[in-house]
């Protein structure tokens, strides 16, 4: 993947035009079908690899001379690139010259992603001879495909290009087709360009996770970079591939804030983008970031993005100042920060809670720490740059602690737990969910401290108890929906599959809180289900239990990669250090897990107002910086 070129394939190498499989180009899809045979014959494959996030390398071999043996005597080896380009390699593995006849075979609907994963995808369209290559055309447009060298033959009815290659002993032969669609230039990944906003960190360690983890997941974020049209220098990362590979305000955001210590130009470009999406008309809506309605489950009805990215812009823009973001584009960003505020505050009106959806809908328990966060950091924010509101959020802020306390928590025998949600008639709906991990989540202030929870020490340690079951605690991460709820699905999207990012948050939420044992656990289960994804990890899979010899099931709609799981990557590993940056103040203050679960990790090449950071944890759980910015002290 090089958004927005996208390249999907089995592990056999062909394109057969089966299910998702092609290149694409901006959710459209520029080829279905691109099969190579050798002498006739389909090459049988051996291996396939991705070299990185955006091309994957497959090798097959073919036997052309008849009689001579189970040896082969032509490896044939495939580079694709997301941009629409396909290297065809023959290497001669025998001691004489051999001619060998080349074929590959081309289709495609250009079909748009919906109609295809809906199975709305019509037939191929005719092909025609253009230039060096074929060319389709349907009412949405055209694209082609060219070879280098020309084919000394091109038969458009069967979308055939043919050459003969004359292979010396030992002797090699290339040829490359590049993949365009009508009207589009060149794939330009962000990632790789110059204005990249991802500092190149890399970790090294004890456990073998963790370099390919955060090297991974740096990849995967660079080629997930999308950069506004209108403001070129801005970019965001889309939500994930193959099905969300545009912007989605609230995992945008969610994602450049877990890649806080990669910089802050990320944050900045995404505020600036999502900033210029606020609703400014006067209503009840004014100030909201719009987002879609999301699925929330069995027992609650969806929920809106909106409401969250809403609340989550000014809690970015606060911590983005704290990593190092300069004082004059924050102050540019402050007013639509201020916006976001002020719609929090009108829509909870004379009452203590925010409603999701708006208006009349149910009291969730993840909106309210959202909400709370953002007051809180809000206001620190305002106190920050001498404007007025801070006192009016910390009092609200204040309240709904004190209510929430009393108001959504569930008494049990097994100690009592917070509750999913209100329903409009003040009925708790008592279900426990990874969404809970939210209240651990309290955002960071001045001087590296962490804001005040929604949940009192008790109830806390309650909290991370039952996150360490095994009702949570899958083995390789904690489950959407414990297993002794009603409605408890291994599969569902929010009512049992493990969803990468909510572990990760609480695996920062227990670190800070100092519950490492809880913290600990599930960690070490999210590397190991990362080992099994290739260090890719998937945006959620299912949530069975984990045994010996077993491996996490894959969710068949989960995007892989997706920006919250890869951005998940580098939280996971920069929560072991406890990095905490006052850059303001001049400060960073380090608490890192004293238990070093995964013994000793180094991370380099981070940032932290605006130098290169860098710091060690010892086995002893004792950090050292080893890196940073001339003037920044370590804070007590």
């Avoid at 001619?99 to 495609?108: I, N, S, Y």
């Amino acid at each position: 993947m090089a958004l927005p070129g996208l390249a999907i394939s089995t592990d056999q190498g062909q394109l057969g035009g089966q299910g998702l499989e092609g290149f694409y180009r901006s959710g459209r899809r520029v080829l279905s079908r691109c099969q190579v045979r050798v002498a006739g014959r389909e090459p049988l494959p051996v291996q396939a690899r991705p070299t990185a996030a955006d091309r994957a390398r497959f090798v097959a071999t073919v036997r052309v001379s008849p009689g001579a043996g189970p040896d082969p005597d032509v490896v044939v080896e495939r580079t694709r690139h997301a941009d629409g380009t396909e290297r065809i390699t023959l290497h001669s593995a025998v001691a004489r010259p051999l001619r060998v006849p080349v074929e590959v075979a081309l289709g495609t609907d250009l079909a748009d992603l919906g109609a295809i994963a809906s199975g709305r995808a019509g037939p191929e369209l005719p092909a025609s001879v253009h230039d060096s290559g074929l060319r389709w055309s349907a009412a949405v447009g055209g694209a082609s495909v060219t070879a280098d060298p020309p084919p000394t033959d091109a038969l458009a009815s069967a979308g055939l290009l043919r050459w003969e290659f004359d292979l010396s002993p030992g002797g090699t032969a290339q040829l490359e087709l590049r993949v365009r669609l009508d009207g589009a230039g060149p794939v330009r990944a962000m990632g790789r360009a110059a204005t990249n906003p991802l500092a190149a960190a890399r970790a090294t360690g004890d456990h073998p996770a963790v370099q390919p983890l955060l090297h991974t997941s740096i990849e995967d974020l660079q080629a997930l970079l999308l950069r506004d049209p209108a403001h070129p220098t801005d970019t965001h990362l889309a939500a994930g591939a193959p099905w969300r590979c545009g912007l989605a305000p609230a995992d945008a955001l969610v994602a450049a804030r877990m890649t806080l210590l990669l910089g802050t130009r990320l944050a900045a470009g995404t505020l600036r983008t999502l900033a210029r999406t606020q609703l400014r008309r006067q209503d009840g809506q004014s100030g909201m970031i719009p987002g879609p309605r999301r699925d929330a489950g069995a027992h609650l009805p969806a929920g809106c993005t909106g409401t969250e990215a809403t609340l989550l812009f000014p809690a970015l823009l606060a911590e983005a100042f704290r990593w190092g973001l300069s004082r004059q584009e924050t102050e540019e960003l402050l007013p639509t920060a201020e916006r976001c505020l002020s719609w929090l505050r009108a829509a909870v009106g004379e009452g203590t809670y925010l409603c999701d959806p708006q208006p009349g809908g149910p009291v969730r328990c993840e909106t309210q720490a959202h909400a709370h966060r953002a007051a809180v950091l809000g206001a620190d924010l305002l106190d920050a740059f001498g404007r007025p509101g801070g006192t009016v959020l910390r009092q609200w802020a204040r309240q709904l602690r004190t209510v929430f306390r009393e108001d959504f928590w569930v008494d049990d025998r097994g100690g009592g737990r917070p509750a999913a949600a209100r329903a409009p008639d003040g009925r708790l709906v008592p279900q426990l969910g990874a969404t809970a991990v939210h209240l651990l989540d309290t955002g960071l202030l001045g001087g590296g401290e962490q804001a005040p929870g929604l949940l009192d020490r008790v109830q806390t340690e309650q909290l991370a108890r039952l996150f360490g079951s095994p009702a949570m605690d899958s083995g390789w991460g904690l489950r959407g929906l414990g297993t002794k709820e009603a409605g408890y699905n291994p599969f569902g999207h929010r009512s049992g599959a493990v969803r990468v990012h909510e572990t990760a948050v609480a695996v920062a939420g227990l670190a800070a809180a100092g519950y490492e044992k809880e913290a600990g656990s599930l960690l070490r289960g999210l590397l190991a289900a990362a080992e099994t994804f290739g260090h890719r990890l998937p945006e959620m899979y299912a949530g069975e239990q984990r045994t010996d010899g077993s491996a996490p099931l894959p969710h068949p709609a989960a995007c892989r990669p997706a920006a919250t799981s890869a951005a998940a990557g580098v939280l996971l590993l920069s929560a072991l250090a406890g990095i905490r940056p006052d850059a303001p103040a001049g400060t960073v203050t380090l608490r890192p897990v004293r238990s070093a679960p995964l013994g000793e990790i180094g991370l380099t090449g981070l940032r932290i107002a605006g130098a290169p950071f860098s710091v060690r944890v010892s086995r002893l759980g004792l950090a050292m910086v080893e890196e940073a910015a001339e003037g920044l002290q370590l804070g007590s």
